[in-house]
C-alpha cells in the first residue's frame, strides 16, 4: 500500500508560480509518480509524470513547457512545478502512483486526496 498525500495548492493570480508537493508513504519504491487534475462535472485530466528514477518524464499538452514535474527519492516526494498559471489551470491536483510511467488513469493505482489551485484572472 501507499499512502499518497498533497500539498501546496492555494490561490494565484495569472502569471505566478505555485509548487505543489506530494507526500508518499508506505511501500513506495520502484513507483512512478504523477499529476492529473480534475475540475467539477469534468474528468480526470493527465498533467504530468515521472519515472522511478527521474530519467523520463511525460507532459500533457497544455502545461508542456510551463510545468515540471520532479522528484526526491531521499524524501519520497514528488513535486509539480508550475509557472506561468492560467485561469484555465484552476483545478484540484491529485497525484497519484503506479507501477510503471503512464500518462492514463488507469496506469496509477493509489491516489492523493487532491489539493485546491484557483488562479485569479
Known amino acids: 500500500q501507499v499512502q499518497l498525500v498533497e500539498s501546496g495548492g492555494g490561490l494565484v493570480q495569472a502569471g505566478d508560480s505555485l509548487r505543489l508537493s506530494c507526500a508518499a508513504s508506505?511501500?513506495?519504491?520502484?513507483?512512478?509518480m504523477g499529476w492529473f487534475r480534475q475540475t467539477p462535472g469534468k474528468e480526470r485530466v493527465f498533467v504530468a509524470a515521472?519515472?522511478?528514477?527521474?530519467?523520463?518524464?511525460y507532459y500533457g499538452d497544455s502545461v508542456k513547457g510551463r510545468f515540471i514535474i520532479s522528484r526526491d527519492n531521499t524524501k519520497n516526494t514528488v513535486y509539480l512545478q508550475m509557472n506561468s498559471l492560467k485561469p484555465e489551470d484552476t483545478a484540484v491536483y491529485f497525484c497519484?502512483?503506479?507501477?510503471?510511467?503512464?500518462?492514463?488513469?488507469?496506469?496509477?493505482?493509489?491516489w492523493g486526496q487532491g489539493t485546491q489551485v484557483t488562479v485569479s484572472s
Open positions: 497519484a502512483a503506479g507501477a510503471r510511467i503512464s500518462s492514463t488513469i488507469e496506469g496509477f493505482n493509489y
Open positions: 508506505g511501500r513506495t519504491f520502484n513507483y512512478a
Open positions: 515521472i519515472s522511478w528514477r527521474g530519467g523520463s518524464t
